[in-house]
């Protein structure tokens, strides 16, 4: 298998199930059909119907394949496990009904974290117990996920939680055996962190098993850093742009993955606000063809 091209529900600028400004589940399948995708992410549990049924038949009426889904809860709370371990047991059942693969946790946005995305040194940081115990969460729901449900289970680190910077991101690497959790690569996410993706995938690339594709605006990502503004206010700010316009440097990144014989889906996300000023099916079709454009089919 080759690479594959995707596309999830927080391009269309779903983050949270209940949100009331989400669009309709069925118009974002139609979109991203329409869009020249052939796989789409779960998105939130519960976005989607939780009916395997029901989902199923509304995937194969599109041709769409479902990729995987994230589990985009608060792994650093331990008063919130309830919550984490319900979205990452329904999140497992909903991939295994349709057999999708790729399960990925982020930790989500944390109060003590929010100020400092974009600064690492400015970060506050776990104390040896609460690390212990973090990591043993996220171990517990890998555990849930690779033996119980047999997908395959990344950690992505993600802006303004305690799974962010690279330090982070080599920390649990090293303390949680590459047996049993891989990557998620976040190409946006690591310059929002201030890392370069592509020296992150060359360096770990027999560990990363899939790739999220986003671009971020330099100038947007200055004063968003610079003001401490909510990651949320920075997606409706724009600072998730189309692929090709931001800082990522794609073609490297493409090398890159061709280099190691990456085979397997990178999911386009383009974290927007669901009622932005820009037209989700066209950013869609625009990413679509600049990755076209630099020889993804």
């Avoid at 371990?85 to 003590?112: P, Y």
């Avoid at 776990?126 to 047999?150: K, S």
């Avoid at 060359?202 to 503004?229: C, G, L, Q």
Wanted: hydrophobic share 40%.
């Amino acid at each position: 298998m080759s690479i594959r091209i995707g596309n999830a529900p927080c391009s269309w600028g779903v983050e949270f199930a209940d949100d009331p400004r989400n669009p309709q589940w069925t118009r974002v399948l139609d979109e991203c059909r329409d869009a020249g995708y052939r796989g789409i992410e779960l998105g939130p549990v519960g976005f989607m119907p939780e009916d395997p049924v029901e989902l199923d038949d509304a995937l194969e009426a599109r041709g769409l394949e479902l990729i995987g889904g994230v589990v985009f809860r608060p792994f650093h709370n331990p008063d919130k496990w309830d919550d984490v371990l319900d979205g990452a047991v329904r999140t497992c059942k909903a991939l295994s009904a349709h057999g999708a693969r790729q399960l990925v946790l982020i930790d989500s946005i944390s109060d003590r974290r929010a100020p400092t995305a974009g600064r690492p040194d400015e970060a506050e940081q776990m104390d040896g117990d609460e690390w212990r115990a973090f990591v043993g969460r996220i171990r517990e729901i890998t555990r849930i996920g690779g033996e119980e449900y047999g997908l395959t289970v990344g950690i992505h680190p993600h802006a303004a939680g305690f799974m962010d910077f690279e330090a982070e991101a080599e920390r649990l690497l090293a303390d949680v055996s590459s047996d049993i959790l891989k990557i998620a690569l976040d190409t946006g996410h690591s310059v929002y962190a201030g890392f370069d993706p592509v020296a992150f995938y060359r360096r770990h690339s027999d560990r990363v098993s899939y790739v999220h594709f986003k671009d971020i605006a330099p100038a947007i990502k200055e004063d968003v850093i610079a003001n401490r503004t909510g990651f949320y206010d920075a997606c409706a700010l724009g600072i998730f742009c189309n692929l090709g316009d931001g800082a990522v440097d794609f073609p490297a990144m493409k090398q890159a993955l061709t280099d190691a014989g990456f085979e397997g889906w990178c999911t386009v996300e383009q974290d927007c606000d669901p009622q932005g000023d820009t037209s989700p099916v066209d950013d869609a079709r625009a990413n679509r063809k600049y990755l076209e454009s630099i020889g993804f089919a």
